[in-house]
């Protein structure tokens, strides 16, 4: 089975701390995704990443940054956490080509207080 | 852009019944993918049912089937023999080869017992 793990499901942070949210994926994709879910918006795609070290900034890039240091793993990094970064985080990863389908993380819930 | 519309935010339906949720998208790409996701209360997205836009039979899983209309950019999941497992946020969700996903705002299917 695929699997794609996010460090923490419930994550509670002050205002201004730079936080982290880490992911990894057991089955060598190419491409991983950071997404943030807020209700009646659906999922945004705040970076993507299409191999190591590279990233691609989404829809709602701003406040945020990614690092791929390993095929496996891809960070999300909150560099000044405010208040309006409190949602939902969804990680996923999927192959790079034909037959492709994302496999998604079970989600972060980031608040900050 | 890609975009995806979902236009009904919430549907019910009678257990054992059947519901159809609707989703359009836009794009000029010709070959593409488009997906249905499910997330229950659990968070965890789901995978429910996959469409190759280059082939004109619809997808069909189970209890899961869409109708798939090309030119008019319509891709709805019907759902049949409704179960009370069902009752969950449904996303539509658009993928060129290689690259990110869009997805839509989601529909809230509620399953009455």
């Known amino acids: 089975d695929v699997k794609v793990t996010q460090s923490s499901r419930y994550l509670v942070k002050r205002t201004g701390e730079k936080v982290f949210l880490e992911c990894v994926q057991d089955m060598d994709h190419e491409n991983m995704f950071w997404y943030r879910q807020d209700p009646g918006l659906g999922l945004r795609l705040i970076y993507f990443?299409?191999?190591?070290?590279?990233?691609e900034k989404g829809d709602i890039p701003e406040g945020y940054s990614v690092s791929r240091e390993k095929k496996e793993r891809f960070s999300l990094i909150l560099e000044s956490a405010s208040t309006n970064q409190t949602s939902m985080y969804l990680c996923?990863?999927?192959?790079?080509?034909?037959?492709?389908?994302?496999?998604f993380g079970q989600g972060t819930r980031l608040t900050v207080v | 852009a890609q975009t995806v519309t979902q236009s009904q935010p919430e549907m019910s339906v009678q257990e054992a019944e059947t519901v159809t949720l609707s989703c359009t998208y836009d794009?000029?790409?010709?070959?593409?993918?488009l997906f249905w996701y499910k997330q229950p209360p659990s968070r965890q997205m789901i995978l429910v049912i996959r469409q190759e836009a280059y082939k004109q039979q619809n997808a069909t899983e189970n209890r899961f089937s869409v109708n798939f209309q090309k030119a008019a950019k319509s891709f709805s999941l019907k759902i049949s023999d409704s179960q009370l497992g069902d009752a969950a946020m449904y996303f539509c969700?658009?993928?060129?080869?290689?690259?990110?996903?869009?997805f839509g705002p989601g529909t809230r299917l509620s399953v009455l017992p």
């Open positions: 794009t000029s790409e010709s070959d593409y993918y």
């Open positions: 969700a658009y993928a060129n080869y290689g690259q990110n996903f869009v």
């Open positions: 996923a990863s999927s192959y790079r080509g034909v037959n492709t389908e994302a496999f």
């Open positions: 990443s299409y191999d190591v070290k590279m990233k």
